[in-house]
């Protein structure tokens, strides 16, 4: 299907439209011959037909991975990358850099919240391990009560969230990155005495002052404590754009899968590989750059440039169970504020007891710091945003946040429903049982 949508095109939707009209579009000669064809940016309705991104996609199903890691493709990606200039320097990959590259296959994060599991993806992506952990400080508190003050929306119960999200992030600074480079204590980050020692940090009458600080886990980690303490490094800038990918599929027989990708910024670095038709990502803006030497803690810290090593993500492709079941998976785009957006989400069906797409289209909150600042969706009534902020909480002017996507399995019917955000772009497709996936003209 892929092959086929870039031959034959497919219309340009609302989004892509608004898309094409960045920047970063016409920076370069071949992408702005695609996306702003005659000097023009895509307009919605118009089709759009990538042929050079076609012949990618057939050589990739002709020879498989070497095609790109040691292949005509991986030679083009690098001549692309080389022929680019930073201050008057030219790029430095080669084809070794390609070679080296290998997947690692890692044991998902799972943690527990009011009795469903949560399985989610292990750093460097650090979604999972920051939303499992700022769960797990709430438990204490009954979210879904609005006779006790709390309930959706309410200042209560969006304080308590926020505030949270700050600790867990203020240790995603400190302790998350590639554990082929750095010890992370993912033990001790969720261990029942640790979590419920930093939930104590929570105050219902007032807010962590200034920054919230990191907590040390080691203590409560089974493996061996490193010799040196990561600096709780200053955060990389993150755009909270909808730029990355997220689906979910589920089959006839329960098999389900939360995928989510990216290539970091809308259109990445703006370079399209001549002839090949995709674009080179700038994911490593995800590292902390600048090395962070400290006179007590040392470096470099958990996300800092390392030869090799993989940049933090805040990509939390997710899947709830009961019990042994799946019973939804789901995931977002928006930089770091995907971490929020899967975090209310998932409060949203376990706690306030809400449909799929209810969960989906309710305002959502944001925090993507250990600072004390609020991204909140419109729809949230006044009152309760000017009680926040009487707390202390700097609260922002409405905007959009994620773009959620999402399935669901009805346990007692074993029906399947899928939902996504209704204003951004998001789509459901599903196939028959017994149908081959086919288009056939009989």
Request: proline share 7%; charged share 20%; glycine share 12%.
């Amino acid at each position: 299907p892929a092959i086929e949508l870039a031959e034959r095109g497919f219309p340009v939707n609302f989004v892509l439209a608004a898309d094409a009209m960045l920047d970063r579009t016409k920076y370069y000669a071949e992408t702005a011959a695609v996306f702003r064809p005659g000097g023009v940016p895509l307009q919605q309705g118009q089709i759009l037909r990538q042929p050079d991104l076609a012949k990618t996609l057939r050589l990739i199903a002709a020879k498989g991975p070497d095609a790109l890691y040691r292949g005509e493709i991986g030679a083009a990606i690098v001549a692309a990358q080389r022929a680019t200039a930073n201050g008057g320097k030219p790029g430095l990959m080669t084809m070794q850099d390609l070679a080296d590259y290998h997947i690692v296959i890692r044991e998902p994060i799972v943690g527990e919240y009011r009795g469903y599991r949560i399985a989610a993806m292990s750093p460097p992506s650090s979604g999972g391990l920051t939303m499992i952990q700022a769960l797990k400080m709430i438990e204490r508190y009954p979210l879904g009560d609005a006779a006790a003050g709390f309930g959706f929306g309410s200042a209560k119960t969006l304080h308590v969230m926020t505030e949270a999200m700050r600790l867990a992030f203020a240790d995603r600074a400190a302790w998350m990155g590639d554990e082929d480079f750095v010890p992370v204590p993912k033990r001790g980050l969720l261990d029942p005495t640790y979590v419920r020692e930093r939930g104590d940090l929570i105050s219902l009458t007032s807010i962590i002052s200034g920054t919230a600080p990191r907590g040390d886990p080691w203590p409560f980690e089974t493996a061996q404590r490193p010799g040196r303490t990561m600096l709780a490094a200053a955060e990389p800038v993150s755009y909270a754009g909808g730029h990355t990918t997220h689906f979910s599929v589920v089959d006839q027989w329960g098999n389900i899968v939360s995928y989510t990708t990216t290539i970091e910024q809308g259109w990445g670095t703006g370079i399209m590989v001549p002839g090949y038709g995709f674009m080179l990502n700038n994911e490593l803006t995800d590292f902390n750059f600048g090395f962070n030497m400290h006179p007590r803690f040392g470096g470099p810290g958990a996300n800092d440039v390392q030869g090799g090593k993989r940049p933090r993500s805040s990509m939390t492709p997710t899947i709830l169970f009961k019990g042994r079941e799946p019973v939804a998976a789901f995931g977002s785009p928006g930089g770091a504020t995907i971490i929020s957006s899967v975090y209310n989400v998932l409060i949203n069906l376990v706690d306030h007891h809400m449909t799929l797409k209810q969960a989906i289209e309710a305002p959502r909150i944001s925090v993507t710091t250990a600072g004390n600042f609020i991204a909140r969706e419109a729809g949230f009534d006044e009152t309760e945003i000017a009680k926040l902020r009487a707390l202390g909480h700097v609260v922002g002017d409405p905007a959009d946040i994620g773009n959620v996507s999402a399935i669901f399995i009805d346990l007692a019917t074993g029906r399947q429903y899928g939902a996504v955000d209704s204003t951004r772009g998001g789509g459901l497709s599903g196939v028959p049982k017994g149908h081959d996936g086919e288009e056939h003209d009989d």
